[in-house]
């Protein structure tokens, strides 16, 4: 059975997930944009794109509960940049909407203004050689709750960038524009765990 992996197509860049997630064996990536949709999933992917939007359109569709149960479920939820921001329980100085899912406060646009992109090789906890990152207008998460069982994998500069809590991940920046797909397969690997 091809696992089901649904990403969340209300804003942002979601189709270049799908062509990326599509691309690795025993895949099939999908748009959720439904409750059916999101129900039928074995994982989920929030895209980076712009998170107030993201997060007014979830709330607006009633996507949010069906989003929770997912997680409650077990099921896997990777957060990329925008999707992450989404998934923090705080966002610093900004009452946006969020799920509030993980126990992580983080900052958006937190890179600055001048260096709007750029890209690192980046070393990730638990993958053997740096993935190649893509940051744009990223966030970072500035304070990661360990006791509450969240793992940074990932800094860069001494922020996080890329952290764990049992079935969600979240990362500032975006693998799905770059040829690596080992941050991908982490993340298939947290199917059914
Ligand atoms: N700056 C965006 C936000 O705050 C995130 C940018 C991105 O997803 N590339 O929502």
Redesign the pocket.
Known sequence: MPKRVGVLALQ??FREHIETLNEIEGVEARLAKTQESIEACDALVI????????GKLMKRFGLDEPVREMAEAGKPIFG???????LAREIVGSEQWRLGLMDITVE??AFGRQVD?FEVDLPVKGIEEPVRAI?????YVREAREECGVEVLATFEDRIVLCRQGNLLASAF?PELTDDRRLQRYFLEMIGN
Do not use: L, Y
Not at 135 to 139: D, E, G, L, N, Q
């Open positions: 942002g860049d895209p980076g794109g712009e998170s107030t939007t993201i990329t940049c925008a999707g992450m921001i989404v958006r646009n992109s940051f744009i207008r990223a966030p975006h």
